[in-house]
T-cell receptor, first 115, second 110 residues
Framework: DTEVTQTPKHLVMGMTNKKSLKCEQH?????MYWYKQKAKKPPELMFV???????INESVPSRFSPECPNSSLLNLHLHALQPEDSALYLC??????????????FGQGTRLTVV | DAKTTQPNSMESNEEEPVHLPCNHS???????IHWYRQLPSQGPEYVIH???SNVNNRMASLAIAEDRKSSTLILHRATLRDAAVYYC???????????FGTGTRLTIIP
């Protein structure tokens, strides 16, 4: 199984809502990533977890809250988002952070619309 | 972080080889060169990576210049399914983030 599964595929939420994005992989990877991608732009790194610990936070606003409950799961909790946060949110995993000379696997993304 | 420079867009005819260039003049000796591509409405997917020597896999070939200041991704026989944005990315031990640049949008002409 070389898949990274993201749910839901689409999400519409109001600015006062709380929602969560979920990412799952069963490849035994110990590094997991969240990226944000606006239309016609490259993906931008948000967070990196290594061995279930937050390793990198790219100065992301606190209305985005990541969580890594175990080595297979990665969540992104959303609260009080703004319309400009509407984007494709991509999850990725790799063997570890220390061996990025190997490939990263990406999910299909969750397309988020904030209304 | 070492930067990469790619053309914004390229076109190629179907069933012909495609050479996608990437310049990375500030590359360090321990930087790996990765290529990913993103098909429409999908997440990025790994294509190939290398350090110093040329590399081949089932998807593509990676030709790395002797001075490592540039590299070329070669698709040997382009199909319509190869139409995507191709990203050239450098990573280094201790800074293994995959940081995407603007990439090259490849259009395949039937």
């Amino acid at each position: 199984d070389t898949e990274v599964t993201q749910t839901p595929k689409h999400l519409v939420m109001g600015m006062t809502n709380k929602k969560s994005l979920k990412c799952e992989q069963h490849m035994g990877h110990r590094a997991m990533y969240w990226y944000k991608q606006k239309a016609k732009k490259p993906p931008e790194l948000m967070f990196v977890y290594s061995y279930e610990k937050l390793s990198i936070n790219e100065s992301v606003p606190s209305r985005f809250s990541p969580e890594c409950p175990n080595s297979s799961l990665l969540n992104l909790h959303l609260h009080a988002l703004q319309p400009e946060d509407s984007a494709l949110y991509l999850c990725a995993s790799s063997q570890t952070m220390d061996r990025m000379n190997t490939e990263a696997f990406f999910g299909q993304g969750t397309r988020l619309t904030v209304v | 972080d070492a930067k990469t420079t790619q053309p914004n867009s390229m076109e190629s005819n179907e069933e012909e080889p495609v050479h996608l260039p990437c310049n990375h003049s500030t590359i360090s000796g321990t930087d790996y060169i990765h290529w990913y591509r993103q098909l429409p409405s999908q997440g990025p997917e790994y294509v190939i990576h290398g350090l110093t020597s040329n590399v081949n896999n089932r998807m593509a070939s990676l030709a790395i210049a002797e001075d490592r200041k540039s590299s070329t991704l070669i698709l040997h026989r382009a199909t319509l399914r190869d139409a995507a944005v191709y990203y050239c990315i450098l990573t280094n031990f201790g800074n293994e983030k995959l940081t995407f640049g603007t990439g090259t949008r490849l259009t395949i002409i039937p």
